[in-house]
């Protein structure tokens, strides 16, 4: 089973940036789409973005609350996807998930999750970066 690691979470101001990083264990990282999800404190988990699996030339997908603010792309030599994250809002206060799916389609699948990257954004002081178990 592939195993998925997020990194890059923590807290940061409105109207300002992140960028996740998914690090994927498979080196048939180009046989997969991967999925960015997150999950906000009683709500439930919603996709985000999710990118195919040419590195040539891969077609990425983003939701709605995230077009034109969110940005994702993969290196499969580093193995790694990336979600970069700007002009965040407090809306985008939640665990982030990355994920190996079979495609970028809408209630496709999910092969493996990731353990979750805790993303905060308010106006609060100082940096924290926090892993969710």
């Known amino acids: 089973q592939v195993q998925l690691a997020e990194s890059g979470g923590g807290l940061v101001q409105p109207g300002g940036s992140l960028k996740l990083s998914c690090a994927v264990s498979?080196?048939?990282?180009?046989?997969?789409?991967i999925g960015w999800f997150r999950q906000a404190p009683g709500k439930e988990r919603e996709a985000v973005s999710c990118i195919t699996g040419s590195s040539s030339n891969p077609i990425t997908y983003l939701g709605d609350a995230v077009k034109g603010r969110f940005t994702i792309s993969r290196n499969n030599r580093k193995r790694k996807v990336y979600l970069q994250m700007n002009d965040v809002r407090t809306g985008d206060t939640a665990v982030y998930y990355c994920a190996t799916q079979n495609a970028c389609m809408k209630d496709a699948p999910v092969l493996s999750w990731g353990q979750g990257a805790q993303v905060t954004v308010s106006w609060g002081q100082g940096t924290q970066v926090t892993v969710s178990p």
């Open positions: 498979d080196f048939a990282l180009s046989y997969y789409a």
